[in-house]
């Protein structure tokens, strides 16, 4: 895959590769770009947290974006998304390819929203069944 700039600050981007999934983090913002499924499949891996090495007061200085974004895959003009459970993460979604963008600290948040223990409470509410 050919390299791709920062939606955010236009740094650098490195490869980064956690239980052989591989995502895009920022050298400069610390953000970090999931390509399809890729953070779906990550918040459930134990560990993968560690991907999300930056600090959260440096991602939060990038948050939220004062100019629109664009998809550093395909150019779409990002969606600002919000995620409300036990966090509320502003993050950013490419409609087209969709990809999602989490800033430093927000994959951490995005992770807890959905750690095993509340997904299978929701999942049982879903169903309607009764332990
Ligand atoms: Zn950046
Ligand atoms: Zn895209």
Not at 8 to 36: L, P
Not at 92 to 105: F, R, T, Y
Request: contains cysteine; neutral net charge; aromatic residues 10%.
């Amino acid at each position: 895959m050919k390299p791709i700039r920062c939606p955010k600050c236009n740094g650098s981007m490195e490869q980064v590769v956690y239980a052989e999934i591989e995502v895009d983090r920022c050298t400069q913002c610390h953000g970090i770009w999931f390509d399809s499924r890729e953070a779906e499949q990550l918040k459930t891996i134990e560990g993968s947290e560690i991907l999300d090495d930056g600090e959260e007061v440096v991602g939060d200085r990038y948050d939220p974006s004062a100019k629109p974004l664009s998809c550093p895959r395909c150019r779409t003009p990002l969606l600002q998304m919000l995620d409300i459970d036990q966090h509320s993460i502003w993050y950013e979604k490419c409609v087209k390819c969709h990809g999602i963008w989490l800033d430093a600290g927000e994959f951490k948040k995005f992770k807890q929203n959905f750690s095993p223990n509340k997904t299978s409470k929701s999942i049982k509410r879903l169903w309607g069944f009764t332990p």
